[in-house]
């Protein structure tokens, strides 16, 4: 969110120094009119959104890391719990999964303790001394170390 409202600042401050230079800010308009939907960058490809992002005034090294921010599966989240995307919505390109937060950590899988292979995979195994550890420990009862 924070990142596209960055973006609208410096569009908008474009658009204002435009008019006072007697520019051409039409373009500027049409990006602005795009950046009022908080899901554009879901919706359109990533050679639109450079070009884009390129037209607001963003540098060349900037514009991946800016666009990989606004296409986050962080920023998906936050607005499809805003109600701002519709996972049916076809015009969304970029989606990420959704997990049932609910349902993350339960184990579906019951377990019935008379199962023979799962007591055979419980049972502890005895612990056996090493050879090595077996001499050592005679040869200190020999000594009486």
Request: glycine share 0%.
């Amino acid at each position: 969110m924070t990142q596209l409202n960055e973006l609208k600042l410096i569009n908008d401050s474009n658009i204002l120094y435009l008019k006072k230079l007697n520019r051409n800010y039409k373009r500027n308009e049409i990006v602005k009119n795009i950046l009022d939907d908080e899901a554009c960058f879901f919706k359109m490809n990533k050679n639109d959104a450079y070009i884009i992002l390129q037209d607001i005034g963003i540098l060349n090294e900037q514009i991946d890391t800016i666009y990989q921010k606004l296409i986050s599966s962080d920023e998906f989240y936050r607005l499809l719990k805003s109600q701002k995307i519709d996972l049916n919505d076809k015009d969304i390109l970029i989606k990420y999964p959704i997990y049932d937060t609910d349902d993350l950590f339960k184990n579906k899988k019951v377990y019935n303790s008379n199962d023979e292979s799962i007591q055979n995979t419980m049972e502890l195994t005895p612990y056996k001394e090493s050879f090595i550890r077996r001499v050592l420990n005679k040869l200190k009862e020999i000594f009486k170390i």
